[in-house]
């Protein structure tokens, strides 16, 4: 299947822009990802200051965006146009989504809106399926999992780095062509299970 090759592409929705980062949103991305609430469930610890959070910010965004997944937006509202949030898709195998949002924007639907948006443009890139992951105490993070229609596969244990403890992680997937398939690295190199998961 042929894979368009987009670059992130401006997204517009009812109340969202999705666009680039640019490096002059690095003040916008510290405050996000210096937010205790936020980045409680993620696997770094919350930075603490913008040239702490240059390193992450160049890995996870910047430097993505010569690649042919380059799938790495900032959550902004229209009013504004600045950075309150993020989305974006995993140049790896699982094509794995992930997200994050200030905590004074939670319960307000915004990041269910940008990554329906997100997963619109992966669907329609041609990419074949998509997963997601999240912690199991994270129930928020799996809710926007079920309302993009993804279905709970498996669960998995695994020793978070760098923060270094165990987390039992439950996988989601939402398969685009009609194939009954499922993503097995997680399944293949953890110890696993599978939950009666009730939506």
């Known amino acids: 299947m042929e894979i368009l090759q987009e670059n992130s592409p401006t997204i517009y929705t009812n109340r969202l822009i999705l666009r680039k980062f640019a490096l002059d949103d690095l003040p916008y991305y510290h405050k996000i990802m210096s937010c205790k609430v936020t980045n409680k469930y993620l696997p770094w610890f919350p ?5 702490d ?5 160049h890995r ?3 430097d993505n965006y010569d ?3 380059g799938y790495r937006y900032a959550i902004c509202l229209k009013e504004d146009n600045i950075p309150i949030g993020y989305c974006g898709m995993s140049d790896s195998p699982s094509n794995g989504i992930g997200y994050g949002l200030l905590v004074q924007f939670w319960n307000k639907g915004i ?3 940008a990554v329906n948006a997100l997963v619109d443009r992966i669907k ?8 997601a992951t999240h912690d199991v105490n994270n ?3 799996g809710a926007v999992m079920r309302k993009l229609g993804m279905q709970y596969k498996y669960s998995y244990r695994e020793l978070w780095q760098p923060k270094n403890y165990e987390v039992t992680f439950r996988m989601y997937q939402l398969n685009f062509d009609g194939v009954d398939r499922t993503y097995m690295e997680y399944w293949d190199k953890y110890p696993h299970f599978v939950e009666d998961i009730i939506d």
């Open 67 to 69: 690649k042919t997944c």
């Open 124 to 131: 329609n890139a041609g990419y074949p399926f998509i997963t």
């Open 139 to 141: 129930v928020y993070s």
């Open 60 to 62: 996870n965004c910047l």
């Open 47 to 51: 930075t603490k200051s913008e040239q």
């Open 111 to 113: 990041v269910t809106e």
């Open 53 to 57: 959070a240059l390193g992450i910010y």
